[in-house]
C-alpha cells in the first residue's frame, strides 16, 4: 500500500496531535553511530515523523551486528548508512534523510551536526564517545548530546534511567556495564537504552529539558 505525504501525516497528527506534530516534523536531529543504539534511534525517531535525520557512520553490516542492530541478512556487506536509509524510507519516505558515509573526527564533528538541534551520540569505544562529546560541548555550544552508556549484559531494565550532565548533556544507560568487563551486548537492553535516548530526544524537541 502505498500513502500520500498528506495521509501519512494526518495519521502521526491523528496520533501525537497538531501541535506536537509541528514540532516534529520541523525539527533536526543527528545521529552520529548506526550501530545499535544508533540504528534503533533512527527507527524511532523516524516513526515520530522528525522532519530531518543526519545519519553517519563509516562502517558496513556485517555478520556480528544482528544480534542487536536494526539490519537483516541482506543487509551484510552494505554501508550502514544506505542499509538504514533504505528501512527509513520503507517508515516515512517524505523526511529529510542526510547520510554520511564518513568516520567522525574532531576535525568534522561540528561540520557534520551543525543545524541540528539536537545529537545523539551512539557508539561503542568509550575514546570515541568521549571524543564526540567534547568536540560537540565546545564547537556547538547551543546544542544538546544526548549519550548512551551502560547497557551491556542482561541485568535489569529498572537500573537504566537518564541523567542530565554538565547542562545540555544526558546520558542514557545504567553508567556501569560495559563490554569492557566481558559483558556482551543484547537486544533487549541496547533497544531500552535506544529508547531511552529517543526519548530524551523527543523531550528537548518538544522543550522539555529534564529527564
Known sequence: MHL?????????????????????????????????LGSNIAVHLARLGVG???LVDFDTVEISNLNRQHYT??????????????QLEAINPYLQYEPHTERIVPANAARLFA???????????????AMLIETLL???????????????????????RTE??????????????DI????????????VCAAQQATMVLRLLLGHTEP
Open 138 to 160: 565546545e564547537r556547538l555550544p547551543d546544542t544538546p548530546i544526548v549519550s548512551g552508556s551502560g547497557m551491556a549484559g542482561c541485568g535489569s531494565a529498572n537500573l537504566m
Open 164 to 177: 542530565r550532565r554538565f547542562g545540555r548533556l544526558y546520558v542514557c544507560g545504567d553508567g556501569t556495564s
Open 115 to 129: 543545524g541540528c538541534d539536537v545529537v545523539c551520540e551512539a557508539f561503542d569505544r568509550a575514546d570515541q564517545k
Open 73 to 86: 541478512m541482506k543487509d551484510i556487506g552494505i554501508p550502514k548508512t544506505l542499509a538504514l536509509l533504505e
Open 180 to 191: 569492557a568487563d566481558g559483558i556482551g551486548l543484547m537486544a533487549p537492553r541496547v533497544a
Open 52 to 54: 530531518r535525520l543526519v
Open 4 to 36: 500520500t505525504k498528506e495521509e501519512l501525516h494526518a495519521a502521526l497528527v491523528e496520533r501525537h496531535g497538531a501541535d506536537i506534530q509541528q514540532k516534529l516534523d520541523h525539527a533536526s536531529v543527528g545521529i552520529a553511530g548506526l550501530g545499535g
